[in-house]
């Protein structure tokens, strides 16, 4: 089987046809955890593909 012949991207539009500004507000209007709002984000960002094979 080949991937061509079994994968598309016709549903990539509609996936990503959805009220972004909205999610980001809903995203913003939720109150993290104690332990969610101590994460470093930004040092996860920084490993976040450590251990990615190269």
């Not at 539009?13 to 009220?19: K, T, V």
């Amino acid at each position: 089987v080949k991937a061509e012949d079994v994968c598309t991207n016709d549903l990539i539009p509609a996936a990503n046809d959805f009220d972004k500004a909205k999610v980001k507000a809903d995203a913003e209007g939720v109150k993290l955890s104690e332990g969610f709002a101590a994460l470093d984000v930004d040092k996860i960002k920084a490993h976040l593909f450590d251990s990615a094979v190269k």
